[in-house]
């Protein structure tokens, strides 16, 4: 019998996290593209845009005037999917019919004041004062009696459905922890009760060791395509000391944090030369007023694009149906993304032939 190929061979992917499975064809990268095909974003967008509602000094949809922030600019969501004085109440029909009322707040963090700068085009500093705003926000969302989970994330792109294009991103505070957290506080869990250990430091120890997944390390933090990815170049940034919340970063881990994530979007945006959308997000325990040693936080990043800055992947067919799919693997996905310049490819010199 031939050896198994993980590179060649259609195969099963189990992801600890959730306890899910995916379904990898390497071999299904090789077939033709004559799908949807996306305009890829190089608007060259002003500093300063008065018709944007996020810009300094700017009005609003509601009427409110923005400050003339410097920094960072947190506030409540105008249009935020939960609020918090939603009334108590459920419906139960036969057992099956189920619903109940939801509360939540939701916040909107401007990253720069700059409407042309996003992540990989700020400074280490900039966005070290980001971390610093989600680990404040957490806290204090998170020490609400009302509140059980807050989540941060950040959608960038219109593809991926963001309604402006100023960096920004936002959180969603509510009562209930939600589906794929509550998969994660699960697993992780039993996990620990089992070993002792957090899931992900030993999963990190296995990534370290193999070295085929690891696109990105510093002193404090590793970034890997997970072995379970089901996004072409997903990604998980990993803290190497086991915390379950930003709060509980020192000093020279959110330093630390702010490099990672500068490093990681620059390969991002450098692999197709454009403004590289994702939909990314902080992972973290559940603010319930109980210890959850076994939460390890992480960050996943969840990018569209598959083969070029126009040809997206889609969850549609089998992933609706059945579970995800994925042609490129994920060790193929980790050395492209290794193997791209660290400089912003709008900073390096134009190709001449």
Known sequence: MAAFDLAQQPHRRFNPLTGEWLLVSPHRALRPWQGQQEAPDRTQRPAYDPTCYLCPGNTRANGE????????????????????DAPAGSVEVGGLLRAEAESGVGRVICFSPRHDLTLPEMSTP????????????????????????????????????????????????????????AKETGQQAAYYQQHGRTLLAEYLDIELREQTRVVLENTHWVVLVPFWAAWPF?????????????????????????????????????????????????????????????WHMHMHFFPPLLRSATVRKFM??????????????PEYAAQRLRELPEVHYKQLPEQHS
């Open 65 to 84: 005037v923005n400050p003339a922030y410097e920094g960072t600019f947190v506030f409540d969501n105008d249009f935020a999917a939960l609020t918090p």
């Open 126 to 181: 900039e966005i070290r004062r980001v971390v610093d705003v989600w680990a404040e926000e957490f806290a204090r969302l998170g020490s609400r009696p009302d509140i059980n989970y807050v989540q941060i994330f950040e959608n960038k792109g219109a593809v991926m459905g963001c309604s402006n294009p100023h960096s920004h991103g936002q959180i969603w505070a509510q009562r209930t922890v939600p589906g794929d957290p």
């Open 234 to 294: 997903e990604t998980l940034v990993l803290p190497r000391r086991p915390v379950s919340d930003v709060t509980q970063l020192t000093d020279p881990e959110r330093d630390a944090f702010a490099d990672i994530l500068r490093r990681l979007t620059i390969r991002y945006d450098n692999l197709f030369q454009t403004s590289f959308p994702y939909s990314a997000g902080l992972h973290q325990r559940p603010t319930d007023g109980q210890e959850h040693p076994e």
């Open 316 to 329: 549609v067919g089998y992933e609706l149906l059945a579970n995800p799919q994925r042609d490129i693997t």
